[in-house]
């Protein structure tokens, strides 16, 4: 496998749009772990792997326990009420293929309007969300963790490139929040 999308979940119904995202995918070379916060959700599918966790009310954290399960190349995070469009692991195969250097590619995202805008390229506060992937190797090599905080993907970002990390922002949007 390609990806292992991680995915903190409250149990959300949402959360069955989030894995239909999944299987919508060009490609199925991913597979997925659903950490649980507290709660109990029943998903039969072949491709998830699912953690139960106690309580602990960070999507970070949970995250984290999640990072330590990955097998693959690369690490994608999704929120359990956010979908991926069709081209998501196309679009990273191909940063991937032409730009080895290549730690992390954050992808633009839609929600209202796209993150990060146009023309911006830098990790700026308010302006990056989830809609990233990271090489595992380089999460194992640099212990990369989450921090409970309010903006966690922005430090976990901004921890990568203070680290000298390489990254892109892609010019794709692969990812939809709160559809």
Do not use: C
Not at 10 to 35: C, E, F, T, Y
Not at 56 to 81: C, H, P, Y
Not at 105 to 123: A, K, Q, T, W
């Amino acid at each position: 496998m390609f990806i292992t999308f991680i995915i903190p979940s409250l149990g959300r119904p949402s959360l069955n749009k989030a894995i239909d995202s999944l299987d919508n995918l060009n490609s199925d070379d991913w597979k997925a772990i659903v950490v649980l916060d507290g709660v109990e959700k029943d998903i039969q599918h072949e491709k998830v792997k699912v953690i139960q966790s106690e309580k602990i009310g960070s999507a970070g954290l949970l995250r984290n326990i999640a990072m330590q399960e990955v097998d693959t190349k690369w690490i994608g995070f999704l929120d359990d009420d956010d979908i991926l469009y069709s081209r998501y692991i196309d679009e990273l195969k191909l940063e991937d293929d032409y730009h080895k250097e290549l730690g992390f590619v954050l992808f633009r995202m839609m929600r209202d309007r796209i993150i990060p805008r146009p023309g911006l390229y830098d990790v700026v506060q308010g302006q990056v969300g989830i809609s990233f992937a990271i090489k595992n190797e380089l999460v194992k090599q640099h212990d990369l963790k989450f921090v409970k905080s309010g903006p966690e993907d922005f430090h976990f970002l901004k921890n990568m490139v203070d680290l000298g990390i390489k990254g892109k922002v892609s010019d794709y949007v692969a990812y939809g929040v709160r559809k």
